[in-house]
C-alpha cells in the first residue's frame, strides 16, 4: 500500500512538472529582467555534471525558503539537444513544478551574456537584483551557506 502510495505521488508530481523551454541566453536574460522578484538565482547545470547534480537539493532549498521573501530560482539546462529527455526527467525526478530552460544557441555568445569572466564551466550560478543587475557569480559548486550569504546581500541593498 505504501509503495503504490509513493509511485502515485510520484506520478502526480512528474505530470505536474511543467516542460523545460529552449532557450537563448538573451531569452533568459530578458525573463530575469522581466520578473517581479527582489532577487533572481539563476543556476546553469547539467544531468552529466556531478556537481550540478549534488548542489540541486541546495538550490531547491533555496527556492522553497526564500521564495516568499521574493527570490525566484531560475533553472537552465546546458545538456546537450541529445540529452534533452534526461534533463527533462531529471527535473521531474527532483520535484520541479516551476518554469525551467534549455539552453540553445552559441556557447561562448551564451556564457558571454551571463559573465565574460565565465569560462563555461559548470555548474554557475548568476544571482541578480530587482532591476536585473548582476550581483554575484558563484562558479562550480556551491553550498546552501554560499547561495545564502550571496542573497541575503541582495536583499539588504534592495
Not at 505530470?15 to 538565482?41: G, H, N, Y
Amino acid at each position: 500500500m505504501l509503495a503504490s502510495s509513493i509511485l502515485a505521488t510520484a506520478l502526480l508530481v512528474a505530470a505536474a512538472a511543467p516542460a523545460p523551454t529552449v532557450a537563448t541566453a538573451d531569452q533568459v536574460l530578458r525573463a530575469v529582467r522581466e520578473s517581479k522578484a527582489r532577487v533572481v538565482v539563476v543556476n546553469v547545470w547539467a544531468t552529466w555534471c556531478v556537481p550540478c547534480r549534488e548542489e540541486f537539493p541546495d538550490l531547491l532549498k533555496l527556492r522553497r525558503t526564500y521564495g516568499p521573501r521574493g527570490v525566484t530560482l531560475v533553472l537552465v539546462s546546458a545538456d546537450f539537444a541529445a540529452e534533452r529527455a534526461q534533463a527533462a526527467a531529471f527535473l521531474s525526478e527532483q520535484g520541479v513544478d516551476f518554469p525551467t530552460y534549455l539552453k540553445t544557441g552559441d556557447d561562448m555568445q551564451f556564457i558571454n551574456a551571463f559573465d565574460p569572466a565565465w569560462s563555461g564551466a559548470l555548474p554557475a550560478t548568476f544571482i541578480y537584483d530587482a532591476r536585473g543587475r548582476l550581483r554575484h557569480a558563484l562558479l562550480g559548486k556551491s553550498s546552501y551557506a554560499q547561495f545564502e550569504a550571496k542573497i541575503l546581500d541582495v536583499l539588504k541593498g534592495a
